[in-house]
């Protein structure tokens, strides 16, 4: 029996030792997640001439793909790269093929929750959009610019056709297809890889003046005659209507670049104060090349916009177009100033780096790129490389992990919407006089409706239909969902407007309650109101629903926005979904250009509200009901009482249309969307009973008075 025993513990000894080789085999496999068949398939519609796809690898996570043995180039998951959320708050995650070569082979979406797309405009904007990659090179600078597209391409820069609903959505897009394209092109492309970090040494600094700088390299010079750009051209300069006649000894184009972030630079050339004024300007990690130039072919036209890429001049460094984009700082505070500096025709600074980055010790290019039209049919091109050489005395040397990171996605989009943020900040600063001094204003009925009336204009015209301020229950999915992952504000800033409306809101949540939101600032609510308009102008009687059902029926947004948040949680994608609730993508974010159902329905809450006013708001607005939650949190009740209000006078009551004020004449802040119509009253002395009957009350005092004087005489 111990025999038989032994015998059998022994031969499972060897094979648990046969089987080792085999598990660790196994094991090592596992290390190399091999694709799916679904991402296979995707990979080779990317791909379609590929016979083998590797498994991911260990060292970065890409699936090499192959012809044979020839390397076609990588498939990835942008996932696995870059987890820039979108503007849902979930990252969107593409399956992006990158040939050997550094070109887009194509896009897959796998995965996105962007509202627009989902059940907005539908896919297929999204699929034309992503579709725009194929074939482009990682050595083009991409530009998002409808009104460009099919505009001849210059050397580094592709105009592709954005998503006009779709804006933050898109530009996020292209942000993630970039970053991460060019971190797989460093780590697995030959001729993409990234030179050593340098940035400027802060503390070197030395006087120079303008001749100096230019015999120590510090700032690069480049001259093209008159000759060698007819020869390039291969025609006479007379050909070409649009060019003036050259001056005697006049160069085609004399050009003159510096990097100003370099102190022996920038503070020669702009000195001490418009260098400290410029470096408080800058973000973090922005850096600066200054550009000059004469002659017939300036680096920019004359009709040039400030703040936007120019046309005429491109950066290249490692293969890759590096972003160029004036920064519009040149003015009285901030010149070109250095000692014995020529006379420009055009001078910019230009904010470089991108999703490329720039590294200012390594080689670059500047690329020239030159269109003369003959005529309107014919336009001849050409294009000049300027080598780009900084001095390394003047730079210190860091690792790539090391260097400055570039500047957040939320930045240039801010930078892109300045007059749109002006424009609401000096909205809700008009508001919040009004709100604050309210009691002064409300003397004046006729300006206090005439300013409400233009600015439900404004809320519908600019924040809503431009602008695309309307907030939403998604934005509140947004933030709690954003808190339970681990809370980053980036997400947010992506819409400078909706951050803008949301900050205030949520403030003055505190001060006034939901009424300021939801009587001034919502867009749909706006447009309740010029239906209630409209409907009295049409001599159709707006019906007043009974009390007690009223307030029965101004419960049920509460239960419905408990819902939304609680299948948030569970289902982003069904919470989206019955976020439809919200008429407001239909009528506002899309024109009420969409599929029937849609329409039909947001019609029939603006129609309901020409019956019973502002229905939707009062009855249905999940975002409302969330509003009043926290607006009970409000520290003032700024809407003024008397004794009189209730008992007996009940004509605030009978002219609040959004029936706001209970029968004892107390404000339900819950509902009220602070319109002031009812201080309005308290403040006219022809309508207030309170001030009626004081004035009677005086008048018979004084009569009292008079007859008691009367009768003493």
């Not at 998951?77 to 849902?88: K, M, N, R, V, Y």
């Amino acid at each position: 029996m111990r025999s038989w025993s032994a015998h059998v513990l022994l031969w499972f000894c060897l094979l648990s030792l046969a089987s080792l080789p085999s598990a660790t085999m196994a094991n090592g496999q596992d290390d190399q997640a091999a694709p799916s068949d679904t991402i296979s398939g995707m990979i080779q519609q990317l791909f379609p001439k590929a016979t083998r796809i590797e498994p991911k690898q260990q060292d970065y996570p890409v699936y090499p793909v192959y012809q044979l043995n020839e390397l076609l180039g990588y498939a990835y998951e942008s996932s696995d790269i870059s987890d820039l959320p979108g503007f849902s708050g979930r990252p969107i995650r593409l399956l992006i093929g990158l040939s050997a070569t550094g070109r887009f082979t194509g896009i897959h979406i796998l995965e996105h929750h962007e509202p627009v797309f989902l059940h907005g405009l539908g896919p297929e904007p999204l699929y034309q959009f992503i579709g725009q990659y194929q074939g482009r090179s990682l050595t083009e600078h991409i530009v998002i610019d409808s009104h460009k597209v099919g505009d001849a391409a210059t050397d580094g820069v592709v105009y592709f056709d954005g998503v006009s609903k779709a804006t933050v959505s898109v530009i996020i897009i292209n942000d993630t297809v970039l970053s991460s394209a060019l971190k797989v092109a460093r780590h697995k492309l030959e001729g993409f890889a990234q030179a050593a970090a340098a940035q400027p040494i802060m503390d070197k600094f030395e006087p120079l003046n303008w001749q100096q700088l230019l015999d120590r390299g510090y700032v690069g010079h480049w001259r093209l005659e008159l000759a060698d750009a007819e020869r390039s051209l291969g025609t006479d300069l007379g050909s070409y209507p649009s060019l003036r006649e050259a001056k005697p000894g006049e160069a085609f184009t004399e050009l003159w670049y510096a990097y100003i972030n370099a102190p022996s630079i920038g503070r020669n050339l702009l000195g001490d104060d418009g260098f400290a004024r410029l470096q408080q300007r800058l973000k973090p990690g922005q850096q600066v090349l200054a550009v000059m130039s004469n002659g017939l072919f300036p680096h920019v036209p004359e009709d040039f916009k400030p703040g936007t890429v120019p046309g005429r001049l491109a950066l290249q460094q490692s293969q890759l177009a590096v972003e160029m984009r004036d920064m519009d700082v040149l003015d009285r505070h901030i010149q070109l100033v250095a000692d014995g500096i020529p006379a420009f025709d055009q001078a910019n600074l230009f904010q470089v780096g991108g999703n490329a980055g720039f590294n200012p010790g390594a080689d670059a290019a500047l690329i020239l790129n030159m269109e003369l039209p003959r005529n309107h049919l014919m336009i001849d091109r050409a294009h000049f490389e300027v080598p780009v050489t900084l001095p390394a005395e003047l730079f210190e040397q860091l690792t790539v992990e090391d260097a400055t990171p570039r500047a957040p996605l939320w930045v240039g989009l801010w930078q892109d919407r300045w007059l749109s943020i002006t424009l609401v900040s000096i909205s809700l600063i008009l508001l919040t006089i009004l709100f604050t001094w309210q009691r002064f204003f409300t003397r004046f009925p006729r300006a206090v409706h005439g300013f409400r009336w233009g600015f439900l204009a404004f809320t519908v015209g600019y924040l809503g239909f431009y602008a695309q301020g309307q907030l939403s229950v998604v934005n509140i999915y947004t933030l709690l969902l954003n808190i339970y992952d681990g809370f980053n504000i980036g997400i947010f800033l992506l819409d400078p407007v909706i951050f803008i409306l949301w900050t205030y809101t949520f403030v003055s949540l505190f001060i006034w309650g939901r009424g300021l939101f939801c009587g001034w600032l919502c867009p749909f609510g706006a447009l309740q109101e010029m239906a209630s308009w409209l409907a009295k102008r049409l001599g159709i009687r707006q019906r007043r629903i009974a009390e007690p059902l009223h307030r029965k029926l101004i419960l049920i947004k509460y239960p419905l926005l408990i819902g939304l948040l609680g299948t948030a949680f569970y289902s982003l994608t069904l919470a989206e979904q019955l976020a439809e609730v919200e008429p407001f993508k239909t009528s506002i974010t899309l024109y009420f250009y969409r599929s029937w159902p849609f329409v039909l329905y947001a019609v029939a809450l603006l129609a309901a509200g020409m019956f019973v006013h502002k229905f939707y708001c009062r009855y249905l607005c999940p975002l409302g009901a969330g509003l009043a939650i926290i607006g009970k949190l409000r520290r003032l009740n700024m809407l003024d009482r008397v004794d009189l209000c209730g008992s007996p006078c009940q004509l605030c009551k009978r002219r609040c249309e959004i029936n706001a004020i209970r029968n004892d004449g107390a404000i339900d802040y819950d509902e009220c969307i602070q319109c002031l119509e009812c201080v309005v009253i308290l403040r006219d002395d022809e309508q207030c009973v309170d001030s009626i009957s004081a004035r009677k009350k005086e008048r018979r005092q004084a009569k009292a008075r008079l007859l008691a004087t009367d009768a003493a005489q």
